[in-house]
């Protein structure tokens, strides 16, 4: 990916939810995928990575950063937000490599 889009941040559909999804024992937080999954694996990066002074509490949305594929929990307000151009999305059945019928 970083060879076609370069360095930058990818939103990767991944949200702080109250009282649902799985409780992430680095963040102390509730995260759920967009499409209602719970977290089963975790990519984080130490809290103290980036200087931003917004609240951790406040941190809804996370980005993964490359070339590592690290994740950041940001907020809306977040410069890193901001810079976050791009999303990874998951499609299922994106490719039928299965013959064609009556062929």
């Not at 990767?12 to 963040?27: D, E, H």
């Not at 089963?40 to 993964?64: G, H, K």
């Amino acid at each position: 990916m970083e060879a076609v889009f370069g360095h930058k941040f990818y939103g990767i559909g991944l949200k702080r939810v109250p009282a649902t999804g799985a409780l992430s024992k680095r963040t102390k937080k509730w995260w759920q995928w967009d499409n209602g999954d719970p977290i089963t694996y975790a990519n984080w990066l130490p809290n103290d990575f980036f200087s931003e002074s917004l609240d951790a509490s406040e941190r809804d949305y996370v980005v993964m950063s490359l070339p590592d594929g690290r994740w950041y929990a940001v907020s809306p307000d977040s410069v890193i937000w901001r810079m976050t151009e791009m999303a990874i999305l998951e499609k299922a059945d994106v490719f039928d490599n299965s013959p064609a019928q009556g062929k």
